[in-house]
């Protein structure tokens, strides 16, 4: 596998032409698919639901990491499981049953993952490590993209990376965002193995180039 994996975020893709867009990321290099999903509640923005993950899901094979900045989750699992989602993430902060939906995704036959708000430390998932094939930590407050890299984030990222290796699982571990050429490789030295990008792939003409520059030369 490349190293990093490089998940482009259509948060920051043409929507009137999304479609081509994940093609065009697909045909650029891109590893996964990241596709944010925001309810206006549990974040200050709203995006799109399992119809538009549905729609896109014929344009590429590539993996489809659903990240649903909503709250509540369960009952909306099913629906992006069936609209294709292979990846179903969920915040640590979006509700008391965490454990609970994790299984459910598994049930669902998607791979669980879960996320970290910036103010959440890394022990807040230590009881669900058993329970997820990716980790997400955010470098940014979830909710819009374009926003400035967090370093304070760097010591959890590695922290996480010891308790990926202390479970002796294979677990992929994933940051999102503000990654851009510069912030790219602090986030790849401190431990993460896959990189989210919005702004820094479709805020470029050139999307090859733009996802190029994310890997160590
Ligand atoms: C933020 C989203 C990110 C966002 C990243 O709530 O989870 O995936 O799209 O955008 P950039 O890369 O522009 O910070
Ligand atoms: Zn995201």
Known sequence: APFPLIAPSILAADFARLGEEVEAVAQAGADWIHLDVMDGHFVPNISFGPAVVKALRGRTSLPFDVHLMIAPVDPYLEAFAKAGADQILIHIEAGP???RSLQLIRQLGAKPGIVLCPATPAEAIAEVMDLVDVILVMTVNPGFGGQKFLTSQLPKITRIR????????????????????QTAPLATQAGADVLIAGSAVYGKADYAAAIASLRPA
Do not use: E, K, P
């Open 162 to 181: 010891d308790m990926i290796a202390q479970s002796g699982r294979d677990i992929r571990l994933a940051v999102d965002g503000g990654i851009d050429a």
């Open 97 to 99: 049953h965490t454990h």
